[in-house]
């Protein structure tokens, strides 16, 4: 099986483009990777791969931010506006809380347009100008629509973005607006505009910027990179687990590709492989279903419902990417409900740390497994936080302290606050 932790690293097909190329996970066809638009496999229409005829190692980095890590990626530079490169905050008093033996916050939403995405924009745009399209498209929750307007307005590219009406958080619609995309609002859910999305583009009227896009989740595998290096440095050994929001499941694919590259470039022991660890919103489970099933497909969940507004998704794309790497590496899936996502937003938030609701979701989830005893006490763990607060202004303000409406002189405010 291609996405087996212990694949070989393949034959360079003829149609590698100086070593680089795509190829079906599905079927094993492969195909030039820039010669024309391509998001699925032509004979089987499954998902799609990059591969390398050199696989990346840790010396092989150098610089900051998603391009250190060029060797991992099909170009040396990108359209950049210096992503990566976030922080791994250290929460003392939710590890203890917790109660595992490390606990680290991978912090997503420090990224130029606040969110984990920009770090698939970088590379996808850069694909787009090699490629020679004139128009970028994305469906989106929101946090896409914002990277994609801010890198293709960056690239000098047109960008068309396909909203769920009513559904997308105002940080995120901002963005989008005032980087400069056309934004058009769907009457119906994410699902919905990525099937239209995912029409325009077949038809040729837009190159599709979703994490279907295999060129995007290359840039996002510089997470899990980051996540490595920074517990090597830390703590002299990788984490035993790393806990991550899923919604079409494009990190928990890009991160378990990071770690399949280094096993395969013998930079990474199969064991020590950090066990991926998808946490979903109850209304939006369709991951997790199929993980406690264990099912090989995914069933499609038509009504979804979440304050976590970014995965409020039912039609996780990468599944078939994503069940592999979450099965391979020993991890699992949870769902977790909307007060406990908030509770686990205020958590990161006592610490000093900003996330929108998605992104608690992997405290939240981390927090079942570890009371359920599926984490152990022994565990150093990182939970990817994915986007940042400012995203969802209104959940924030939902969730936090209402405000005290005081009189104009300081008499006034000195006597209520002493009542
Ligand atoms: C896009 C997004 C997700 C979902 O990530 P997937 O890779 O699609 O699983 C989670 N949280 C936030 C904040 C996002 O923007
Ligand atoms: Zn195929």
């Avoid at 994609?148 to 960056?154: N, V």
């Avoid at 980051?226 to 703590?235: K, N, R």
């Avoid at 066990?275 to 264990?294: D, H, Y």
Wanted: aromatic share 6%; net charge negative.
């Amino acid at each position: 099986m291609s996405l087996s932790l212990s694949a070989d690293q393949p034959d360079v097909p003829a149609d590698a483009d100086e070593g680089v190329w795509l190829e079906c996970i599905e079927c094993g066809e492969t195909f030039a990777p820039f010669a024309d638009v391509r998001y699925t496999c032509d004979d089987c229409d499954g998902l799609l791969e990059v591969r390398y005829a050199d696989l990346p190692t840790f010396d092989d980095f150098e610089g900051e931010g998603v391009w250190r890590y060029a060797d991992a990626l099909p170009f040396d530079d990108g359209v950049s506006i210096q992503e990566g490169a976030t922080p791994l905050y250290e929460v003392p008093r939710l590890e203890d809380d917790v109660g595992v033996e490390a606990l680290r916050i991978k912090h997503e939403g420090m990224n130029p347009t606040g969110s984990f995405k920009d770090r698939g924009m970088t590379v996808g745009v850069r694909v787009a100008t090699e490629l020679g399209v004139g128009r970028l498209a994305c469906a989106s929750t929101g946090n896409t629509s914002a990277a994609l307007a801010a890198y293709g307005s960056r690239g000098g590219m047109e960008t068309l973005v396909l909203l769920p009406a009513g559904k997308v958080a105002a940080g995120k619609i901002a963005q989008a607006s005032l980087h400069g995309a056309r934004i058009l609002e769907v009457d119906g859910n994410f699902d919905a505009c990525l099937d239209i999305v995912q029409e325009l583009a077949r038809q040729g009227e837009a190159y599709l910027l979703n994490s279907l896009n295999p060129f995007r989740l290359e840039g996002q595998k510089t997470i899990g990179l980051e996540i490595l290096e920074g517990f090597l440095s830390d703590y002299g050994t990788v984490p035993d687990r790393i806990v991550l929001p899923v919604g079409n499941a494009g990190n928990t694919s890009a991160l378990y590709k990071a770690f399949r590259e280094l096993v395969q470039a013998g930079e990474l022991d199969e064991s020590d492989v950090p066990k991926l660890t998808g946490v979903q919103a109850e209304g939006a489970a369709p991951m997790v279903e199929a993980i406690q099933n264990g099912a090989d497909e995914v069933r499609r969940w038509d009504d979804v419902e979440t304050r976590a507004t970014a995965i409020r998704i039912g039609n996780p794309v990468n599944a078939p990417k994503a069940l592999p790497g979450i099965r391979e590496t020993d991890g699992t899936a949870v769902s977790v409900s909307d007060e406990r996502i908030t509770e686990a937003q205020r958590d990161l938030a006592s610490e000093g740390i900003g996330v929108e609701p998605a992104s608690a979701a992997s405290v939240a989830g981390l927090r079942k497994l570890r009371a359920e005893g599926i984490v152990a006490d022994d565990e150093r763990v990182a939970c990817l936080t994915t986007g940042h607060l400012l995203k969802d202004p209104d959940a924030a303000a939902a969730a936090g302290r209402d405000s005290e409406p005081v009189p104009a002189d300081t008499d006034g405010v000195l006597e209520y606050l002493r009542e």
